[in-house]
């Protein structure tokens, strides 16, 4: 008598079932809705809480793809912002490179800062690509500086006020994509900025003024 919830083979023993073949790991595509320059400064002007949780809610592989948007979003800004005020072709061309250069010091420090922390304080640990694309939806504000340039005919008060508020929310940005990205309370967050950065410069300031003097102090010859 032969059991009924057995399935016999070729010798009278029960078959064993074929396991599932592991799928093959294919690369991650970049986050749905931002594959393109305009899809990534749509999101980051309109949608800009969402984008970030977005970001840090998606693997390291999904988010790397969106560190060149990010650069297209700050040289654009630096452009914009460097010809507001420019009145010829060699000042519009000075003024331009010098801010797109500006900006990009600035993103590359904020964005090593933010490597730097999610490595001892953060719940993950970001590539500097990924620190790129978090901290690069900061700088999309900044392009409306270009369309307050025609309210200069205002009196200089409100023009200032005005022009600055695009800096104003560039700032809001960057300190709510380090607190998602770290998971920090904000209390913490303004600590870690305000006391670790200017820390690590007089430490570094230090050595190299004591290098400074020790090799000062060796004896040359003429």
Known sequence: MTDSTAVLG??????????????????????????????????????PISTIRRL????????????????????TAGAIMGGVKSQSA?????????????????????????HTLSKEFGVRKYSMKEGFALTGIAFAPLVLTGLLGCLAALPAPAYFFFLSMPVFWSIALMVTAFRTALGLSYLRLMLLVMIIPPLLFLVETFWLGLALLMAMGLPFRS
């Open 10 to 47: 070729d010798n009278n023993e029960p078959e064993k079932q074929l396991e599932p073949t592991p799928k093959q790991s294919q690369p991650q595509a970049p986050l749905e809705n931002l594959n393109s320059v305009l899809d990534y400064f749509h999101a980051a002007l309109l949608e």
């Open 56 to 75: 840090t809610n998606a693997s390291a592989g999904q988010t790397e793809y969106l560190w060149f948007e990010a650069f297209c979003i700050v040289v």
């Open 90 to 114: 060699l000042q519009l061309l000075y003024n331009c490179s010098s801010r797109i250069l500006d900006l990009l010091i600035t993103w590359y420090i904020v964005t090593s800062i933010l």
